[in-house]
């Protein structure tokens, strides 16, 4: 990857494959990610891959401007951890970036807020880009209480480490009630959402805007992503689904890159 490319991206891509994949899949769809878009003047585009194939991600995608990262890291440094994966292991294997209290290892893990808030910042001292994932649930919406609850994921961050933590960082706002449904959140509500996440993160850094891109994720597809990645405060998208097709990840990537301008 082009460290120029990881500076001066105005959106970010992100695929997250989940737990999806084989050697032979992952080799046909890495080869079309780079075949259609390597070198995207306006856009990062990220590939974050299950533990196992992160020697693949590497062999494939170094020396091209994809970069790969993980889904997930241990907030311990090293020791009697059975399971877990160090940042340190990451970087073994080039990862620049690691997904992050995504709510279905949240909700299935049982991890809570200030757990998700020390692997972020294993993440920053390992010079892992943090893709923090935050959302509330459809009883959230409805309730009214959305902006509490991701105020309080971020709080959780800045209380214990300053609102400087996330420069460089990536927050990826992905309501609920919207991933693997098909239904994305409309614009208004995204736009909304970000806003808040933005005038947040500028209030408690002293009114100086954090270099943080806030994507947008929750069943991003090729038909909606210009009409979201269009959004003020929207950087690009957490992709889940759509990753998994080369054609339908590449009309997203193009949908972000169209959208810089």
């Given at each position: 990857?082009?460290?120029?490319?990881?500076?001066?991206?105005?959106?970010?891509?992100?695929?997250?494959?989940?737990?999806?994949?084989?050697?032979?899949?992952?080799?046909?769809?890495?080869?079309?990610?780079?075949?259609?878009?390597?070198?995207?003047?306006?856009?990062?585009?990220?590939?974050?891959?299950?533990?196992?194939?992160?020697?693949?991600?590497?062999?494939?995608?170094?020396?091209?401007?994809?970069?790969?990262?993980?889904?997930?890291?241990?907030?311990?440094?090293?020791?009697?951890?059975?399971?877990?994966?160090?940042?340190?292991?990451?970087?073994?294997?080039?990862?620049?970036?690691?997904?992050?209290?995504?709510?279905?290892?949240?909700?299935?893990?049982?991890?809570?807020?200030?757990?998700?808030?020390?692997?972020?910042?294993?993440?920053?001292?390992?010079?892992?880009?943090?893709?923090?994932?935050?959302?509330?649930?459809?009883?959230?919406?409805?309730?009214?209480?959305?902006?509490?609850?991701?105020?309080?994921?971020?709080?959780?961050?800045?209380?214990?480490?300053?609102?400087?933590v996330f420069n460089d960082a990536?927050?990826?706002?992905?309501p609920i009630w919207a991933i693997?449904?098909?239904?994305?959140?409309?614009?208004?509500?995204?736009?909304?959402?970000?806003?808040?996440?933005?005038?947040?993160?500028?209030?408690?850094?002293?009114?100086?805007?954090?270099?943080?891109?806030?994507?947008?994720?929750?069943?991003?597809?090729?038909?909606?992503?210009?009409?979201?990645?269009?959004?003020?405060?929207?950087?690009?998208?957490?992709?889940g689904k759509c990753s998994l097709?080369?054609?339908?990840?590449?009309?997203?990537?193009?949908?972000?890159?169209?959208?810089?301008?």
């Amino acid at each position: 990857m082009s460290p120029d490319m990881k500076k001066t991206a105005q959106k970010f891509v992100i695929a997250n494959w989940k737990m999806h994949g084989n050697f032979e899949q992952n080799q046909a769809l890495l080869n079309a990610y780079v075949s259609k878009l390597n070198g995207l003047k306006d856009t990062q585009v990220v590939v974050c891959v299950p533990y196992p194939y992160l020697a693949q991600a590497q062999s494939l995608l170094q020396g091209t401007d994809i970069a790969w990262g993980a889904q997930n890291l241990a907030k311990n440094e090293n020791g009697p951890f059975t399971g877990e994966v160090s940042a340190q292991m990451l970087r073994d294997f080039g990862c620049e970036y690691v997904i992050l209290g995504h709510s279905e290892r949240a909700t299935a893990y049982c991890e809570s807020d200030e757990n998700i808030a020390q692997k972020f910042m294993v993440a920053k001292q390992h010079g892992i880009t943090p893709i923090l994932c935050v959302g509330e649930t459809l009883i959230e919406r409805e309730a009214g209480v959305m902006e509490l609850k991701v105020g309080k994921q971020l709080d959780t961050i800045i209380d214990l480490y300053g609102a400087d933590v996330f420069n460089d960082a990536i927050v990826s706002y992905e309501p609920i009630w919207a991933i693997g449904t098909g239904l994305a959140a409309s614009p208004e509500q995204a736009k909304a959402m970000h806003k808040f996440i933005f005038d947040k993160l500028t209030q408690a850094n002293g009114a100086q805007k954090n270099s943080v891109k806030i994507l947008y994720g929750g069943s991003v597809n090729p038909q909606n992503a210009l009409q979201l990645f269009a959004v003020e405060n929207i950087d690009g998208g957490l992709i889940g689904k759509c990753s998994l097709s080369a054609q339908e990840f590449e009309g997203i990537c193009q949908a972000a890159e169209s959208s810089v301008g």
